[in-house]
C-alpha cells in the first residue's frame, strides 16, 4: 500500500481540526500508547471517547463496546487495533458518520481504507495523532520542528 496519499500535511492538519476523537482501543493501562495518546489529546482540548468493550471507563470518560453505541455525533475515529480489525471498525465509522479514520503507527489496512474513503471519510494511515498534533499545533510546532527543513546547521548570519 502506497501510504503517501494518506500522510499529505494539509490532510493532517484538517484532521486535527476535529475535536470529538473516538479512540478504538483505548487501554486504561497508563503504560499503553492509546492511553499516553487519549491524555496527551484531552490535555490539549480535544474530546476523547474510549471505545474498548472491557473497560467500563477510561481517563475518567464513559468506555463503548463500539462505535454505533456513542449517542453523539464523532468527527475522527481514531484506532490503536491489529490491522485485521480494522475494516470492521471503518463500516461503523462510515455508518456513524464520521470524518476521518485516523490509523495509528503500523496499523495499515488497505481494505479499511478503501471503505472509509468509498464512504466519503478522510484517511490518515501509519501516523500519530499526537505527534502529529505536536508537530503542526503544539510545543514541537513551537520550536521550529515543522520548518521543512532537516539539517543541524545554522543559518548562515548576515
Known amino acids: ?4 496519499p494518506y500522510q499529505q500535511p494539509d490532510d493532517i492538519r484538517q484532521a486535527l481540526t476535529y475535536h470529538r476523537i473516538a479512540i478504538v482501543g483505548l487501554s ?32 475518567g470518560q464513559r468506555s463503548y463496546a463500539s462505535l454505533t453505541d456513542i449517542p453523539d455525533p464523532v468527527d475522527t475515529v481514531d484506532v490503536f487495533r491489529h490491522p485485521d480489525a480494522v475494516p470492521a471498525i471503518a463500516e461503523e465509522a462510515v455508518e456513524i458518520g464520521a470524518k476521518c479514520l485516523w490509523l495509528q503507527y503500523g ?35 513551537w520550536l521550529g520542528f515543522n520548518t521543512g527543513q532537516i539539517t543541524a546547521r545554522r543559518a548562515k548570519s548576515v
Open 28 to 59: 486504561a493501562n497508563e503504560l499503553r500508547a492509546s492511553n499516553f495518546v487519549g491524555r496527551y489529546l484531552m490535555r490539549n482540548g480535544y474530546d476523547v471517547i474510549p471505545v474498548n468493550p472491557r473497560e467500563e471507563s477510561i481517563l
Open 107 to 141: 496499523v495499515i489496512s488497505e481494505p479499511a481504507v478503501d471503505l472509509a474513503t468509498s464512504g466519503g471519510m478522510s484517511a490518515i494511515v501509519d501516523c500519530c495523532m499526537k505527534v502529529e498534533h505536536a508537530r503542526y499545533l503544539g510545543r514541537m510546532h
Open 1 to 4: 500500500m502506497n501510504l503517501a
